[in-house]
T-cell receptor, first 107, second 115 residues
């Protein structure tokens, strides 16, 4: 069993839809990171959170420490949101990554 | 600021050759790390450093060597390349707390093929 698991693995949505990507972890972590990777490779940090909820534009990230679960929400999705979204648990010097969720938003 | 830079962008090696992947950052970050990304495996930590002169192993360190002589640079050395090291390599940096407390900044990646 992977220490950080994401669901779904693949997600196709129509433009404008509300999207949720889930992340569960089985290890002790100090912070949960959400990353975005566009085709062609670059990785960008979207959020780092250790409790509660954070919002940036149309993106919202939440974390429930007791349930070891985090969600990334995208409101009013757009084709430019198409990317791979990766969650990762931060613990001491290490980042433990999920395998990513590939999101495709159709116009 | 240039952020985190990596060179080269692409590299092809023959089995047994050695090479160094370069990583530099201009944000005065204490923490730097190297990851490899393989299809179906996700990203995995190779080595990391919490400051100049200090390095430690990650999940998959075998076949790789690192040193940190300055705050800015964190090169990754492949001592004798093997086909299993074909991968995309990412360098990342952050302030001193590392992934436990700080946002990670990633370089653009190096795509390495070992024949």
């Amino acid at each position: 069993k992977n220490e950080v698991e994401q669901s779904p693995q693949n997600l196709t949505a129509q433009e404008g839809e509300f999207i949720t990507i889930n992340c569960s972890y089985s290890v002790g972590i100090s912070a949960l990171h959400w990353l975005q990777q566009h085709p062609g490779g670059g990785i960008v940090s979207l959020f780092m959170l250790s409790s509660g909820k954070k919002k940036h534009g149309r993106l919202i990230a939440t974390i429930n420490i007791q349930e070891k679960h985090s969600s990334l929400h995208i409101t009013a999705s757009h084709p430019r949101d198409s990317a791979v979204y990766i969650c990762a648990g931060g613990s001491q010097g290490n980042l433990i990554f999920g395998k990513g969720t590939k999101l495709s938003v159709k116009p | 600021n240039a952020g985190v830079t990596q060179t080269p962008k692409f590299q092809v090696l023959k089995t047994g050759q050695s090479m160094t992947l370069q990583c530099a950052q201009d944000m005065n970050h204490e923490y730097m790390s190297w990851y490899r990304q393989d299809p179906g495996m996700g990203l995995r930590l190779i080595h990391y450093s919490v400051g100049a002169g200090i390095t430690d192993q990650g999940e998959v360190p075998n076949g790789y060597n690192v040193s940190r002589s300055t705050t800015e640079d964190f090169p990754l050395r492949l001592l004798s390349a093997a086909p299993s090291q074909t991968s995309v390599y990412f360098c990342a940096s952050s302030y001193g707390g590392g992934p436990s407390t700080d946002t990670q900044y990633f370089g653009p990646g190096t795509r390495l093929t070992v024949l």
